[in-house]
């Protein structure tokens, strides 16, 4: 027995000088001039945001400077500036913004391990600033990414991709709950996977698929409602159970 067969044309690699658009944040492709800014959104210098990424966090501007020019030159790597508006970031404050007011940069996030051929590519490199964590702007962050691969955005890219991957360290707990948060399902452990700055790292793999999607995007979507937040800013029903009653409007 065979796998089904599927059309061959690849998904185009995306560029960055597509702005993704939404009501918290704006990502817009990461450039050198945006380190200053990057730093202070970070609250740099800030080494517990660099402790499972493959570099030491950086001691100074300058040496932020030269990291990140260098990373936007990398090639197989796409890496957005999160751009958001620091009193806008929650539900009680942001209406529908004018993105002109998306000046703050308070994280960033990136596509890697493209894959065209394959319609695969991987969702990484992501850090956000205290100010940008566990906010609605940071949940709608990665969903503007995730749907920019699956071709559902204003860009369409087309042919869309059939996998979206998101990786990371067996022992950053905070990641791995996150990526099951958004609905990538849980895939499997690569057992000594790297060896990343003299330490020994396994690697959890979670992913979304193309015929996942649609639950997933309409899950999100009614999170992100200003009706699931009640006076306080405070969910009103999780992405897990916004999930489950999405699949059961669709039996």
Not at 153 to 170: F, G, I, M
Request: glycine share 8%.
């Amino acid at each position: 027995m065979l796998g089904e067969r599927v059309p061959t044309d690849p998904s185009p690699i995306p560029i960055t000088t597509h702005t993704l658009r939404g009501k918290y944040v704006t990502l817009t492709g990461l450039k050198p001039e945006d380190t200053p800014s990057l730093w202070t959104g970070l609250g740099m210098p800030n080494e517990a945001l660099f402790d499972y990424l493959p570099m030491e966090a950086p001691k100074d501007l300058d040496e932020m400077t030269r990291f990140f020019d260098g990373l936007s030159k990398e090639r197989g790597l796409m890496m957005y500036a999160i751009r958001a508006d620091t009193s806008r970031l929650s539900p009680q404050s942001a209406t529908q913004q004018d993105d002109s007011k998306h000046t703050d940069i308070l994280g960033i996030i990136g596509y890697l391990n493209i894959e065209p051929a394959n319609r695969a590519m991987e969702i990484g490199a992501v850090i956000f600033g205290p100010s940008l964590a566990r906010t609605a702007a940071a949940t709608e962050a990665s969903y503007l990414l995730i749907r920019h691969a699956f071709g559902a955005d204003e860009h369409a890219l087309s042919p869309p991709y059939r996998r979206v991957v998101w990786k990371c360290n067996s022992l950053n707990g905070a990641s791995g709950r996150a990526a099951e948060r958004l609905g990538f399902v849980y895939e499997g452990c690569f057992r000594k996977h790297a060896i990343v700055k003299g330490r020994n790292r396994d690697s959890k793999w979670y992913s979304i698929v193309d015929n996942e999607w649609p639950v997933i995007d309409a899950a999100l979507q009614a999170w992100l409602a200003d009706g699931n937040f009640d006076e306080n800013g405070k969910q009103r029903e999780t992405l897990d159970v916004l999930r489950e009653n999405v699949k059961v409007s669709s039996q």
